[in-house]
């Protein structure tokens, strides 16, 4: 039964990481800053503008393990003249996020974690069983 509690656990785990990686994605979805190739003569050093990350699940027989890696391409071209690091064109580098992925994410997580919690409470109810009958 510990086996069981274990996966329950880890997909538990794994859906609090997605929804975490979601909710950071979407609140740096504004965040931008000079395109890789902008020359920013001067002695001001802009910040570089939000790398979006995924979460990559795999099965590791007895459970889910999940890695975090950053999204590709990182950043789309986005006009914003008034930006002081905007290039010559006035474009910038905004965080390449897909706001309906994000909330698709962020459903799957909820799922996934109820499933997960699920699990969890009927195997301990079935080991409560299982003790309650030895006994």
Do not use: H, W
């Not at 800053?33 to 795999?58: H, K, M």
């Amino acid at each position: 039964m510990n086996a069981v509690l274990a996966i329950a656990a880890s997909g538990m785990a794994t859906a609090s990481l997605r929804l975490n990686v979601s909710a950071s994605n979407i609140a740096n979805i504004s965040t931008t800053g000079p395109l890789a190739d902008t020359n920013t003569s001067g002695t001001t050093e802009f910040p570089a503008f939000y790398s979006p990350l995924r979460v990559d699940q795999i099965d590791v027989g007895g459970g889910t393990a999940a890695t975090v890696t950053t999204v590709s391409p990182s950043y789309v071209p986005m006009y914003d003249p008034g930006a002081p690091y905007a290039d010559k064109n006035g474009m910038v580098a905004a965080p390449n996020v897909d706001l309906a992925n994000e909330v698709v994410q962020q459903i799957i997580a909820s799922y996934m974690f109820a499933a997960n919690a699920t699990v969890m409470k009927i195997g301990s109810q079935m080991t409560s069983t299982l003790l309650n009958i030895a006994v």
